[in-house]
């Protein structure tokens, strides 16, 4: 974010004490948690206050409770504009498995359905509404909203307004007129987005002057970043799943829908059930398999990046990449779904040469003008120096939204974990250069990659022969390094912009730079292609392994019969009900439950993420579980009363996604 211009005092906020009063007890009362996290508390006083609030924290950062309380507090009901229809329903449920009084109105209701919750809202019956932004804008939802009463407007996903970005919605524009018709109504914009250009767009598209500004730590210490050189991504993929994550639910990311397939059915053919996600498939299709992902344990879904805004599913333990996103920004909203439960996580991501060229040639190639492509371009290369850093992946990421690393490295990326070598690639580029000058030279610049590689190590191949590219000088001067060590030069030299991409083929070009390193005057440094990359589980319990633990204890193994049993028990309310699991209770409660084995409903109810409805619904149930079973006398775990303010997790949600095209214009399929 650079400067904090605009981002200002978010420190104090001497507001209300009797609505602090309200608030805390909202808090213990229906969500059943302890004590407010970061920056929650100044948030939720701001907005009962009546202050506008433009509110920036991580996915899993806890937003969604920022607004819900206040619509709570205050007297009327939270409009919450949410961009995706498709998971509004869950998220109602969810509320109202707390007893919340929630609702929503979108073009999956009938009319019938439609009329109640208009009813319910006039008569001032409901806590919380959830809107899309195109129905908002009807007139005759704003007629609507302008009888009853309104506590706030939360809009969420605020992003979507920024048009540069990658979930732009023409909708959310529109959502500067809330504050024209409703002065007297504090708005919230919230986002998981965060950059300073981003920030800077919400709050002047959403026309919020005045708003305060809440900027959360975007550190997310529990997710493993990893990113591994592409050498044959299917296989690779595989054995990170089989290694390190068999029976886990997560997602993996491709650029195509034809990648996305493929890979879908590759994994299923492997014994990984994994379910294909795109916006080429029908919309029943596509709820049909978000609605598995969100219902069942341990189903991937394959995806483009149409999937995954709003996907509020707590226990997602990995998300793989097997092409390069477009952004950081991108990459850290697709990572950051991984883990919002704060129990240990993996973002890894498979990247090479082609995905270099790919990226390149689609900005080359692609729709907008040139303000639109340098975007679009240096989008890409803070992406390209997150992939090639030899520092720390997490301090690259903070420093990238603005925020302080710790110098020390984070003890939780792979680059931490195995420090990667660097060598002096300066002959070995300039060898790169020299050919490209070659070809340039005799063949107008036609070849490839792959071309360039096969002339450095000497190959005569059908297309070598036929350009009699073994007649050059270049030729055979590379034997030194093997082939996949070129590609990495290759990579590294394009993402160092010391090469270039032209033409529909891909060709490499030459770059106003690359004649400083054909001219000696300037050395390259490379990282060096690990052998085998680091894989983090398999390392041996690193630095990372401690810090993990100390955040997250694991669950000791005498326990783990008591948290299947509860499991179990979840399932089976979850499949009555027809709602995911993780709105009945979060693995995180579950995990306290076991552990602290309470053997009354007043113990339990001291648990943190069991608030008075749910104590009512559920208590007897958890207890007759844990009665069922061997006591927790044979267990090692202290009993005593029950175990608040332990920082756990509970089960609201914040967005949808439904019916969302990639944005992107999406190729086929990539050779
Ligand atoms: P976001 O919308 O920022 O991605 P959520 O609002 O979904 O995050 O919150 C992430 C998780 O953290 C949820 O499971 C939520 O119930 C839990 N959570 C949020 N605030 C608290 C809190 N103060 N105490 C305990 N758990 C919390
Ligand atoms: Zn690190």
């Given at each position: 974010?650079?400067?904090?211009?605009?981002?200002?005092?978010?420190?104090?906020?001497?507001?209300?004490?009797?609505?602090?009063?309200?608030?805390?007890?909202?808090?213990?009362?229906?969500?059943?948690?302890?004590?407010?996290?970061?920056?929650?508390?100044?948030?939720?006083?701001?907005?009962?206050?009546?202050?506008?609030?433009?509110?920036?924290?991580?996915?899993?950062?806890?937003?969604?409770?920022?607004?819900?309380?206040?619509?709570?507090?205050?007297?009327?009901?939270?409009?919450?504009?949410?961009?995706?229809?498709?998971?509004?329903?869950?998220?109602?449920?969810?509320?109202?498995?707390?007893?919340?009084?929630?609702?929503?109105?979108?073009?999956?209701?009938?009319?019938?359905?439609?009329?109640?919750?208009?009813?319910?809202?006039?008569?001032g019956e409901l806590d919380l509404l959830y809107l899309a932004p195109e129905r908002l804008r009807l007139e005759g939802t704003l007629d609507l909203l302008s009888r009853g009463k309104i506590?706030?407007?939360?809009?969420?996903?605020?992003?979507?307004?920024?048009?540069?970005?990658?979930?732009?919605?023409?909708?959310?524009?529109?959502?500067?007129?809330?504050?024209?018709?409703?002065?007297?109504?504090?708005?919230?914009?919230?986002?998981?987005?965060?950059?300073?250009?981003?920030?800077?767009?919400?709050?002047?598209?959403?026309?919020?002057?005045?708003?305060?500004?809440?900027?959360?730590?975007?550190?997310?210490?529990?997710?493993?970043?990893?990113?591994?050189?592409?050498?044959?991504?299917?296989?690779?993929?595989?054995?990170?799943?089989?290694?390190?994550?068999?029976?886990?639910?997560?997602?993996?990311?491709?650029?195509?829908?034809?990648?996305?397939?493929?890979?879908?059915?590759?994994?299923?053919?492997?014994?990984?059930?994994?379910?294909?996600?795109?916006?080429?498939?029908?919309?029943?299709?596509?709820?049909?398999?978000?609605?598995?992902?969100?219902?069942?344990?341990?189903?991937?879904?394959?995806?483009?990046?149409?999937?995954?805004?709003?996907?509020?599913?707590?226990?997602?333990?990995?998300?793989?990449?097997?092409?390069?996103?477009?952004?950081?920004?991108?990459?850290?909203?697709?990572?950051?779904?991984?883990?919002?439960?704060?129990?240990?996580?993996?973002?890894?991501?498979?990247?090479?040469?082609?995905?270099?060229?790919?990226?390149?040639?689609?900005?080359?190639?692609?729709?907008?003008?040139?303000?639109?492509?340098?975007?679009?371009?240096?989008?890409?290369?803070?992406?390209?120096?997150?992939?090639?850093?030899?520092?720390?992946?997490?301090?690259?990421?903070?420093?990238?939204?603005?925020?302080?690393?710790?110098?020390?490295?984070?003890?939780?990326?792979?680059?931490?974990?195995?420090?990667?070598?660097?060598?002096?690639?300066?002959?070995?580029?300039?060898?790169?250069?020299?050919?490209?000058?070659?070809?340039?030279?005799?063949?107008?610049?036609?070849?490839?990659?792959?071309?360039?590689?096969?002339?450095?190590?000497?190959?005569?191949?059908?297309?070598?022969?036929?350009?009699?590219?073994?007649?050059?000088?270049?030729?055979?001067?590379?034997?030194?390094?093997?082939?996949?060590?070129?590609?990495?030069?290759?990579?590294?030299?394009?993402?160092?912009?010391?090469?270039?991409?032209?033409?529909?083929?891909?060709?490499?070009?030459?770059?106003?730079?690359?004649?400083?390193?054909?001219?000696?005057?300037?050395?390259?440094?490379?990282?060096?292609?690990?052998?085998?990359?680091?894989?983090?589980?398999?390392?041996?319990?690193?630095?990372?392994?401690?810090?993990?633990?100390?955040?997250?204890?694991?669950?000791?193994?005498?326990?783990?019969?008591?948290?299947?049993?509860?499991?179990?028990?979840?399932?089976?309310?979850?499949?009555?009900?027809?709602?995911?699991?993780?709105?009945?209770?979060?693995?995180?409660?579950?995990?306290?439950?076991?552990?602290?084995?309470?053997?009354?409903?007043?113990?339990?109810?001291?648990?943190?993420?069991?608030?008075?409805?749910?104590?009512?619904?559920?208590?007897?149930?958890?207890?007759?579980?844990?009665?069922?079973?061997?006591?927790?006398?044979?267990?090692?775990?202290?009993?005593?009363?029950?175990?608040?303010?332990?920082?756990?997790?509970?089960?609201?949600?914040?967005?949808?996604?439904?019916?969302?095209?990639?944005?992107?214009?999406?190729?086929?399929?990539?050779?």
């Open positions: 974010m650079g400067g904090t211009g605009v981002i200002g005092e978010m420190a104090e906020t001497a507001q209300a004490t009797g609505a602090d009063g309200a608030a805390l007890a909202a808090l213990h009362r229906v969500f059943g948690y302890e004590a407010f996290r970061g920056e929650q508390q100044a948030v939720v006083d701001h907005v009962i206050a009546g202050g506008d609030a433009v509110v920036l924290m991580p996915t899993g950062g806890g937003k969604s409770l920022c607004y819900q309380i206040p619509s709570l507090v205050r007297p009327g009901t939270g409009i919450v504009v949410s961009p995706l229809i498709a998971l509004m329903q869950d998220q109602v449920d969810a509320l109202r498995a707390l007893g919340v009084r929630a609702g929503f109105m979108n073009s999956t209701q009938d009319f019938e359905e439609r009329r109640v919750v208009e009813a319910e809202f006039l008569a506590s706030l407007f939360a809009i969420d996903e605020a992003h979507c307004v920024s048009q540069w970005g990658h979930d732009f919605r023409p909708d959310y524009l529109a959502l500067s007129l809330l504050g024209e018709r409703w002065p007297d109504v504090p708005r919230l914009a919230l986002t998981a987005t965060a950059t300073h250009a981003t920030h800077r767009e919400i709050t002047e598209r959403l026309n919020m002057p005045t708003a305060r500004h809440f900027v959360a730590s975007f550190d997310r210490p529990n997710i493993q970043y990893r990113i591994v050189p592409k050498t044959d991504p299917k296989k690779q993929l595989l054995s990170f799943l089989r290694e390190e994550h068999p029976g886990d639910a997560g997602i993996v990311y491709c650029l195509s829908r034809n990648s996305v397939e493929k890979t879908a059915t590759f994994l299923s053919r492997n014994g990984v059930e994994a379910v294909p996600y795109h916006a080429g498939l029908d919309a029943g299709t596509r709820a049909a398999h978000q609605s598995r992902f969100l219902r069942e344990e341990g189903l991937v879904v394959v995806a483009t990046i149409a999937f995954g805004m709003g996907i509020d599913k707590p226990d997602v333990r990995f998300v793989a990449h097997l092409d390069l996103p477009k952004s950081v920004e991108g990459y850290y909203q697709e990572t950051g779904r991984a883990g919002r439960d704060g129990l240990p996580s993996t973002a890894w991501m498979a990247y090479g040469l082609n995905d270099v060229i790919q990226q390149r040639k689609l900005i080359q190639s692609g729709e907008g003008d040139e303000a639109f492509r340098r975007r679009a371009q240096s989008h890409l290369d803070a992406m390209l120096a997150l992939c090639e850093t030899a520092q720390c992946r997490r301090g690259q990421l903070l420093a990238y939204f603005g925020q302080e690393p710790d110098p020390a490295g984070c003890g939780n990326c792979d680059t931490c974990l195995t420090p990667p070598q660097t060598w002096d690639g300066t002959v070995a580029a300039q060898k790169v250069l020299s050919t490209v000058v070659r070809l340039k030279r005799e063949r107008g610049q036609k070849f490839g990659a792959g071309q360039i590689i096969d002339i450095l190590l000497g190959k005569r191949t059908a297309k070598v022969i036929q350009f009699d590219h073994d007649q050059l000088s270049v030729f055979g001067i590379g034997e030194e390094l093997t082939e996949g060590e070129w590609r990495g030069v290759a990579r590294q030299l394009l993402a160092q912009g010391l090469l270039a991409v032209e033409g529909e083929y891909g060709t490499l070009v030459l770059t106003e730079a690359s004649g400083e390193v054909l001219r000696r005057e300037r050395e390259v440094p490379l990282r060096k292609e690990p052998e085998k990359p680091a894989s983090a589980r398999a390392a041996g319990g690193g630095r990372s392994d401690r810090k993990q633990k100390a955040a997250v204890a694991e669950l000791p193994q005498e326990l783990l019969p008591a948290f299947e049993a509860l499991r179990a028990w979840r399932a089976e309310q979850a499949r009555e009900q027809g709602v995911p699991a993780y709105v009945i209770f979060h693995d995180a409660t579950l995990r306290e439950i076991a552990t602290a084995w309470p053997t009354s409903i007043g113990q339990l109810g001291g648990i943190s993420g069991v608030g008075e409805k749910k104590l009512a619904t559920y208590g007897e149930g958890v207890l007759a579980v844990l009665a069922g079973l061997e006591g927790p006398a044979a267990v090692s775990a202290p009993v005593s009363e029950p175990a608040p303010g332990r920082p756990s997790v509970g089960s609201v949600s914040d967005s949808g996604a439904d019916d969302w095209p990639e944005v992107e214009p999406e190729p086929d399929d990539w050779t």
